[in-house]
Every structure is written in structure tokens, then in C-alpha cells.
């Protein structure tokens, strides 16, 4: 008996262990209005039953404004700098898709004041080589290598900013059209990740001046988001973020 209790905790204090290793320690995130970022946002209404093959069995796609449909959001931002920690990294260009999702009913103690709730990043596209790819990584979050390029150009009476995502699969190209007065924001969010094993959330405050009236045409060649999802060329929502800042905070429980 005294051998077989033995080897129960030595199973036990290794697979503790395994734990251990999987789950890395809290890290920040942080940007500052001296080094303020930008972002363009487009989103579709992809059905739930699509959606919740994104998100994973442990969230449920939330409802969107459309009888059996979400929302699916592409987001693309821009910052001539960035802190992990207290280590300053460079420049940087990212894509994340993101879908609001239920609350889950157990928060682990985590409050966020954005309205629309709860949301999952289902992929994080960018350099993976990059700090801020690895940080996703480090957390449990789907990364995909790619190359991701925003552009801002200034129209007569609007602002014209593009995205170019580029990976080994296929090519995505956003060309937008954002008018409007610019509205300030401030809430915090909560936004999970897809690891099936442990409960990986960035969550913090966010600020920045948003247009929301918005038109863009879409256009993809070869695996993207859009070929695979079946996505209109015209996306029902487009927003654009100026003097965009956050503060994030990464951190991984078991659920």
C-alpha cells in the first residue's frame, strides 16, 4: 500500500507540475497616449451555428441583431510602440478576429463595462516571431502567422483607411470609407481565448476617439476568414479608432 500511495503522488505532484509549466505567469500589456495607436474594425453576422464552431465548446456565441445570427468582428490595429511589462517593444501591426460570446457563468471575479459584453479572440495574426504574437501565444490564444498592413489615407470629407492581410493560405484586402463626428470611449473590456484547458482572458481598460459610420468593401483570394466563412464583400459594420490606448492584463485560470 505504502508503495502504491507512493506512485498515486508522484502522478499526482507530475501532472501538478504539468500544470505548472502550461500556465504562464500574469503578464501587461500597455500602450500610452504619447504612443497612441489606430484601428479599423469591420464586422459581419455570420450564423450562431458557424460562430460557435469558432469559439469552442466552453463559450456560446452571443446574438446578434440578426434572429439566429451573431457577430463576428475583424480588427486591425497599428501602434508605433507598446510595453510587455516593463520591456518596450517596437512598432507593431496586428489583426485579431473577435466574437462576443454569452457571459460565462463563472467570471473567476473578472468585471468588464463594455456593453456588448463578453468576446473571444478566435485568432491573433501577426509576425509569429513577434513579442506580441508570443505574448498571445504564452496565454492560450490562436495565433496565425501572417503579415498584416493598416493604411490611413485622408479623403475630401472622409478618412480612408485599409487593411492588407497576407499569409501562406490566402490574401484579404479591406478598403473602407469612415465619415462622421468621432465619438470618445472608455470601458473595460474582458476577451477570452479558445484553450479548451485553462480559462485565458486579457482584460483591461481601453480609451479611444471611434467613427462609426462606415462602408468598406472586402475583397479575398485563396483560405481566409472570409472564403471560409462564406462573408459578404460589404461588412455590416465599420468603425475606425484613433488615439486608441490600453492596459491589459494576461492571466490564465484552470476552469
Known amino acids: 500500500m505504502a508503495k502504491i500511495s507512493g506512485v498515486m503522488l508522484a502522478i499526482v505532484l507530475f501532472i501538478m507540475g504539468m500544470h505548472t509549466v502550461i500556465a504562464a505567469p500574469s503578464e501587461s500589456w500597455t500602450t500610452t497616449s504619447k504612443a497612441a495607436c489606430k484601428g479599423l474594425t469591420v464586422g459581419w453576422t455570420p450564423t450562431l451555428a458557424s460562430l460557435q464552431q469558432l469559439v469552442g465548446p466552453r463559450w456560446h456565441p452571443a446574438q446578434g441583431p440578426v434572429p439566429g445570427h451573431g457577430i463576428l468582428l475583424l480588427f ?5 510602440q ?21 457571459n460565462p457563468a463563472d467570471s473567476h471575479g473578472i468585471h468588464q463595462t463594455n456593453k456588448q459584453g463578453w468576446a473571444v479572440v478566435t485568432d491573433v495574426l ?23 498592413k493598416l493604411t490611413m489615407h485622408r479623403g475630401a470629407k472622409d478618412n480612408e483607411p485599409s487593411i492588407s492581410l497576407v499569409t501562406p493560405e490566402g490574401h484579404m484586402e479591406v478598403h473602407a470609407q469612415v ?12 476577451l477570452a481565448g479558445t484553450d479548451a484547458s485553462v480559462f485565458s482572458v486579457m482584460t483591461g481598460p481601453e480609451s479611444a476617439s471611434r467613427q462609426d459610420q462606415g462602408m468598406a468593401i472586402v475583397t479575398a483570394e485563396g483560405d481566409t476568414w472570409v472564403s471560409r466563412l462564406g462573408l459578404d464583400a460589404k461588412p455590416t459594420k465599420v468603425t475606425l ?6 492596459s491589459f492584463r494576461f492571466s490564465e485560470q484552470p476552469y
Open 76 to 80: 486591425a490595429t497599428s501602434c508605433p
Open 82 to 102: 507598446s510595453h510587455i511589462g516593463k520591456t518596450a517593444m517596437g512598432a507593431f501591426t496586428i489583426g485579431v478576429v473577435i466574437v462576443p460570446v454569452e
Open 126 to 148: 501577426g509576425p509569429e516571431a513577434s513579442p506580441v504574437a508570443q505574448l498571445f501565444k504564452r496565454h492560450g490564444f490562436a495565433v496565425t502567422d501572417a503579415k498584416v
Open 179 to 190: 465619415s462622421g463626428p468621432a465619438k470618445r470611449f472608455d470601458y473595460i473590456s474582458a
Open 241 to 246: 479608432d484613433q488615439g486608441f490606448i490600453w
